[in-house]
T-cell receptor, first 116, second 115 residues
Framework: AQKVTQAQTEISVVEKEDVTLDCVYE???????LFWYKQPPSGELVFLIR??????QNEISGRYSWNFQKSTSSFNFTITASQVVDSAVYFC?????????????FGKGTLLTVNP | GAGVSQSPSNKVTEKGKDVELRCDPI?????LYWYRQRLGQGLEFLIY????????KSGLPSDRFSAERTGESVSTLTIQRTQQEDSAVYLC?????????????FGQGTRLTVV
């Protein structure tokens, strides 16, 4: 079973539409962290947000917002009023302890295309 | 430099040849990671280094893959006797230290094509 599932492989929207990217995770840890990264066509992953498992407060940063629901093991990402520059692959990731180490496990990503 | 730097950005090699990929992490970052990204796939963990501790090699897919890091600086990922299935983008990342809450900063990757 995948530890991080991003069920949407590709999403295409028209500029100014709102779009939500889904992320479902699986872990036995009680303490863990969730991340979202953006990978634009240039290839370099850009860190967007980090959320710890004890903080279920939703977060908003400009046009970006994140909805963390521990009961459903989901950490969804919404872009409001999407823009062409938002076109990228978005990865959700889970950081959990494995023995004395920590592993950052990524989902397969969602390709978002925002058309003008 | 300001970010994680990887070289070369692109590498085409013949099947059976050895290749060496280089990563320069952000100065002061003690943790360094290598990931592999196959076309249309997520990031697959390969190896990580934390300071002078023994590296976690649990993600290396075969003994053809190895990596070294000099202190807390440059790392090289070596793939021996390359196979076509090794074709992928190899991403390096570094973080200030290795813990579950520290974000990793990524380089632009090396696109490896084995022909």
């Amino acid at each position: 079973a995948q530890k991080v599932t991003q069920a949407q492989t590709e999403i295409s929207v028209v500029e100014k539409e709102d779009v939500t990217l889904d992320c479902v995770y699986e872990t036995r840890d009680t303490t863990y962290y969730l991340f979202w990264y953006k990978q634009p066509p240039s290839g370099e992953l850009v860190f967007l947000i980090r959320r710890n498992s004890f903080d279920e407060q939703n977060e908003i940063s400009g046009r970006y917002s994140w909805n963390f629901q521990k009961s459903t093991s989901s950490f969804n990402f919404t872009i409001t009023a999407s823009q062409v520059v938002d076109s990228a692959v978005y990865f959700c990731a889970l950081s959990e302890a494995q023995g004395s180490n920590y592993k950052l496990t990524f989902g397969k990503g969602t390709l978002l295309t925002v058309n003008p | 430099g300001a970010g994680v730097s990887q070289s070369p950005s692109n590498k085409v090699t013949e099947k059976g040849k050895d290749v060496e990929l280089r990563c320069d992490p952000i100065s002061g970052h003690t943790a360094l990671y290598w990931y592999r990204q196959r076309l249309g796939q997520g990031l697959e963990f390969l190896i990580y280094f934390q300071g002078n501790s023994a590296p976690d090699k649990s993600g290396l897919p075969s003994d053809r893959f190895s990596a070294e890091r000099t202190g807390e600086s440059v790392s090289t990922l070596t793939i021996q006797r390359t196979q076509q299935e090794d074709s992928a983008v190899y991403l390096c990342a570094s973080s200030l230290f290795h813990s579950r809450n520290t974000e990793a900063f990524f380089g632009q990757g090396t696109r490896l094509t084995v022909v």
